[in-house]
Nanobody, 122 residues
Framework: VQLQASGGGSVQAGGSLRLSCAASGLTFSSYVMAWFRQAPGKERDFVTT????????YYADSVKGRFTVSRDNAKNTVYLQMERLKPEDTAVYYCAARRLTLSTITSEYNYWGQGTLVTVSS
């Protein structure tokens, strides 16, 4: 299984970015997908998750209303659209996959991508 995250970069506060995570080696449409992030010196935190069909999503309070998760099962890809970015959004963003139900817990995800760095300057 491989999860390849991309789309990170540097942006000024208030700007936007779209992250992508392309999956291979698994039946993508059977997996719950999620995004987590890890800021320097901090633990990896939950950002958002989306059900295998895309019909259910859940967001951390810190990103609710600014970030949107979506998926294209035909392309085996999950996206994270990030709007109105803040300096505190600076982190390495990771995509992750698990079977069955949505989860906000890091240890419940079986597969992880390599991460993509997002830097937001003030």
């Amino acid at each position: 299984v491989q999860l390849q995250a991309s789309g990170g970069g540097s942006v000024q506060a208030g700007g936007s970015l779209r992250l992508s995570c392309a999956a291979s080696g698994l039946t993508f449409s059977s997996y719950v997908m999620a995004w987590f992030r890890q800021a320097p010196g901090k633990e990896r935190d939950f950002v958002t998750t989306i059900s295998w069909g895309g019909g259910s999503t859940y967001y951390a309070d810190s990103v609710k209303g600014r970030f949107t998760v979506s998926r294209d099962n035909a392309k085996n890809t999950v996206y994270l659209q990030m709007e109105r970015l803040k300096p505190e959004d600076t982190a390495v963003y990771y995509c992750a996959a698990r079977r069955l139900t949505l989860s906000t817990i890091t240890s419940e995800y079986n597969y992880w991508g390599q991460g993509t760095l997002v830097t937001v300057s003030s």
